[in-house]
Every structure is written in structure tokens, then in C-alpha cells.
T-cell receptor, first 116, second 115 residues
């Protein structure tokens, strides 16, 4: 069990540029989540995949954000035309079953984004 | 809608003293409850969780929490603080109803352990 892997761990980008983060979940987990965390706040839900299907998106996920999970394995989160307000840590998590069944979700170490 | 309130954004305790981190939730149905710990520049690690059954839950690193339905609370405790416990702690809820796929997190409590 190698855990949830995210890269890059840190990204500094200029405002207006596009950035992409990658997440590799725990291999037997078919559910994958993206959260965003800003300083002094708890993680906020962004989106959720079951296998390759994106089943839920938060209103926080504006049109500039897109997430994919081709073939139900790794996932990417792309932010287009970045803004300073996008600066945050982007956390990926995975689980073997639904949280509503009490299954734990396991988090990666996060990808820090700084938009300058 | 469910929500989580963590009282005290910062808590300081002396090494060896009792740790008490407070978490209250609001939910229309009894939720599943979780405590996570986050060390600097790292992701979240599960400490413990309550789903059903015994209301006193033991977790890793000597932490435990008790689900009190009447008080809508799930406070985290540890009898004796260690320097390595210094971190940020998050309480989270998940509803045991179909169609809910996400956790709702509190704003976190930063624990400082004084030598």
C-alpha cells in the first residue's frame, strides 16, 4: 500500500497560466475525491469520482476548474486562467467505498499552489 | 444541512497534560464522525472514527473520542500530551444516507504542546 500520491507537491505560477495536478489513488480504491484547503480553514469538497464517472461537483468548482479520471485510475485537476484566489493546497483522497457507509477516505499529502 | 464546529482555533497544553479538543456537529440524522490530524505541509491522517456501536472510540497515538448524541459532540482527548502531538486537528462528519459522498470538515484546532 503506497498511499495516495500527488504531484507536483508545490507549484508557483503566474496569474492567468494554466496548471494541472495529478493524483494516483490507492490501487484498490474506486472512489476518488478532490478537496481544497486554504490557510486556517478545513478542507472543502470540490468533486468526487466513482471509477471514471464524476458524480458530484461543488459550486466551488468554477468553469475554470476541470477534473478527469480516465479509465478510473489516476485523476487530474486542471485550473485554467489561474487567479490569486486559487492559491491553496489541493488535496486528493480515495476510498474503497462510500463515505456514507462509514468507509474512511485516505488523503494524499496535497499539492500547494501559489499564484503570483 | 450538516455542519461542524470546532471550538478554539488554537489550544496550548503542557507536555504530559490532558488534551481536549472540542467538536460539535449539526445534523438531521446521527452522522458518522471522524478526527484527522495534519502535520505541517502534509495531508490528513485519520486518527479515529465513529460509525455505529460503542460510543467511546479509540484511535492511534493514544487518542480517543466519545460520541454524545444528546450533546451533539465528538470531543477528542488524550490523557498525556507529547511534543509530537503538536499539529492541526480536524473534525469531520459524513451522513449515513445515500447520495452523500463527501465529508464536511471543521475549521481545525491547532494544538501546541509546551515543554
Amino acid at each position: 500500500d503506497t498511499g495516495v500520491s500527488q504531484n507536483p507537491r508545490h507549484k508557483i505560477t503566474k496569474r492567468g497560466q494554466n496548471v494541472t495536478f495529478r493524483c494516483d489513488p490507492i490501487s484498490e480504491h474506486n472512489r476518488l475525491y478532490w478537496y481544497r484547503q486554504t490557510l486556517g480553514q478545513g478542507p472543502e469538497f470540490l468533486t468526487y469520482f466513482q471509477n471514471e464517472a464524476q458524480l458530484e461537483k461543488s459550486r466551488l468548482l468554477s468553469d475554470r476548474f476541470s477534473a478527469e479520471r480516465p479509465k478510473g485510475s489516476f485523476s487530474t485537476l486542471e485550473i485554467q486562467r489561474t487567479e490569486q484566489g486559487d492559491s491553496a493546497m489541493y488535496l486528493c483522497a480515495s476510498s474503497p467505498g462510500q463515505p456514507s457507509s462509514g468507509n474512511t477516505i485516505y488523503f494524499g499529502e496535497g499539492s500547494w499552489l501559489t499564484v503570483v | 444541512a450538516q455542519s461542524v464546529t470546532q471550538l478554539g482555533s488554537h489550544v496550548s497544553v503542557s507536555e504530559g497534560a490532558l488534551v481536549l479538543l472540542r467538536c460539535n456537529y449539526s445534523s438531521s440524522v446521527p452522522p458518522y464522525l471522524f478526527w484527522y490530524v495534519q502535520y505541517p505541509n502534509q495531508g490528513l491522517q485519520l486518527l479515529l472514527k465513529y460509525t455505529t456501536g460503542a460510543t467511546l472510540v479509540k484511535g492511534i497515538n493514544g487518542f480517543e473520542a466519545e460520541f454524545k448524541k444528546s450533546e451533539t459532540s465528538f470531543h477528542l482527548t488524550k490523557p498525556s500530551a507529547h511534543m509530537s502531538d503538536a499539529a492541526e486537528y480536524f473534525c469531520a462528519v459524513s451522513l449515513p444516507t445515500s447520495g452523500t459522498y463527501k465529508y464536511i470538515f471543521g475549521t481545525g484546532t491547532r494544538l501546541k504542546v509546551l515543554a
